[in-house]
């Protein structure tokens, strides 16, 4: 005779259904909006006055080919590409090195750095100094600057995650390497950073999410309209098509494409990473 499984108790049963409910509730806030947006970007301009939930009489594909062809998308997602890569890329280059010097190597001047780094979590960005700085050292209004400080933006919590990453890694594996005769550069290019693949992937995601929806530094570090993101060509395009919702929206979607399509591909490492880098950190 096999074992009866035991009933479930009531206060358990309500819980659940208490914690479904809450996330459907969740999903639903966050959704919402989202299918709001996708369903009248595939409107009229009349039908999309009313912002409404009903489905279009007609589905205006087209609205994506106006946005595309007058709206400077594609210049506009190039410079996106370009952006984001290069801050994703640095940020993880500069604050897995300088996690894994803070990590390894404790003291009083590893210890203050590590502390003057925490400082930037509650600091706020200040944009007449980066302004000012960026003109004196002559990259003003060039990507080269714009990428700078949004990888400066960046280092404080990057790094504190992977600090908290690397000292979960045992100290044997560096002496085993140096005792093989690896340097400090090759045993943390061919030993260490390819353990760091789960934290490296939650701060790609991070990264480029951050550097593909910014705004700010955009609008104010690069005065040239034509360098601009593709989430900038929202703000130009509805000040041109204030009043056709439709195409904002249309616009709106393909911004938001790029960072839906890396999130959903890679989100089950954002919550790994972040939960492996801050049990030691």
């Not at 003291?107 to 930037?120: M, N």
């Not at 044997?172 to 030993?191: C, M, N, P, V, Y």
Request: charge should be positive; hydrophobic fraction near 50%; glycine fraction near 6%.
């Amino acid at each position: 005779m096999t074992p009866r499984s035991p009933r479930r108790r009531p206060g358990r049963i309500l819980a659940q259904a208490a914690t479904y409910t809450v996330a459907a509730l969740v999903a639903l806030v966050f959704l919402a909006p989202l299918y709001l947006v996708v369903l009248t970007s595939l409107k009229s301009g009349t039908e999309a006055q009313t912002m409404s939930f009903a489905l279009p009489r007609s589905w205006q594909i087209d609205n994506y080919l106006t946005v595309i062809e007058t709206g400077d998308a594609l210049q506009a997602l190039i410079n996106s590409v370009l952006i984001s890569g290069a801050v994703t890329l640095g940020t993880i280059l500069v604050c897995s090195l300088a996690a894994f010097v803070i990590a390894r190597r404790p003291g009083r001047i590893t210890g203050g750095v590590y502390s003057y780094l925490l400082t930037g979590l509650i600091a706020p960005f200040a944009f007449i100094p980066a302004i000012r700085l960026l003109q004196e050292i002559g990259l003003g209004g060039s990507y080269t600057g714009l990428i700078l400080t949004d990888i400066a933006v960046q280092i404080p919590f990057i790094t504190l995650i992977y600090v908290g990453f690397i000292r979960q890694l045992p100290r044997e594996i560096d002496e085993a390497a140096l005792l093989d005769g690896a340097g400090s550069l090759r045993l943390f290019f061919t030993i260490i950073f390819p353990l760091l693949r789960p934290v490296s992937s939650t701060a790609l995601i991070l990264v480029f999410t951050y550097a593909w929806n910014e705004f700010q530094n955009v609008l104010f570090l690069i005065p040239d309209a034509d360098r601009w993101t593709l989430p900038m060509t929202v703000f130009t395009f509805q000040t041109t098509h204030s009043f056709d919702y439709s195409l904002v929206c249309a616009d709106l979607v393909l911004t938001m494409l790029p960072v839906v399509a890396v999130y959903l591909a890679a989100q089950k490492y954002i919550v790994s990473g972040m939960v492996a880098g801050a049990v030691k950190a």
